[in-house]
């Protein structure tokens, strides 16, 4: 029977990310990934800056330490940038979780994830004919969802 290893904890996961990509795990970047990891979906910086600010514990974050550590996040990996309507970033925890990309609704801002083998075959197709590698991508497709068509 094999044994399944432990769930790393979000600080372990962070630490072991950052260290791997020679940065350090400060305690303010354990603490605002342990915050993107409760807010579970997509969120933008001022939503993690609000969130942060009204906790009762850990250290104090100002808002220019949020918007440091965000793109370390992104370049080791731990979130990638989406960009929606709003003409801001938005981001969403990438770690355990499927490549996916987003529909976006232009009138409501809605938002719905998808995921598409055929697609994905497509694109590495196109990539290898063009004698590219790809290290990421993002699809992103506006229009209008069903409840505002």
Do not use: W
Request: aromatic share 6%.
């Amino acid at each position: 029977m094999k044994v399944q290893p432990a769930r790393l904890k979000p600080a372990e996961i962070v630490r072991r990310k950052l260290h791997a990509t020679g940065l350090k795990c400060t305690p303010q970047r354990r603490e605002i990934f342990e915050e993107i990891v409760r807010i579970g979906g997509h969120f933008s910086a001022e939503q993690l800056v609000t969130r942060l600010g009204t906790r009762s514990r850990g250290p104090v974050i100002s808002r220019a330490t949020v918007y440091r550590a965000l793109p370390l996040l992104v370049r080791c990996g731990l979130l990638r940038e989406v960009i929606f309507t709003e003409h801001h970033t938005h981001y969403e925890i990438m770690y355990n979780r499927r490549h996916h990309e987003h529909f976006v609704c232009t009138k409501c801002g809605r938002t719905i994830e998808f995921d598409d083998s055929e697609l994905e075959r497509v694109l590495r197709k196109t990539a290898r004919a063009a004698h590219f590698d790809p290290v990421s991508h993002k699809v992103e497709v506006y229009g209008l969802c069903e409840r505002c068509r």
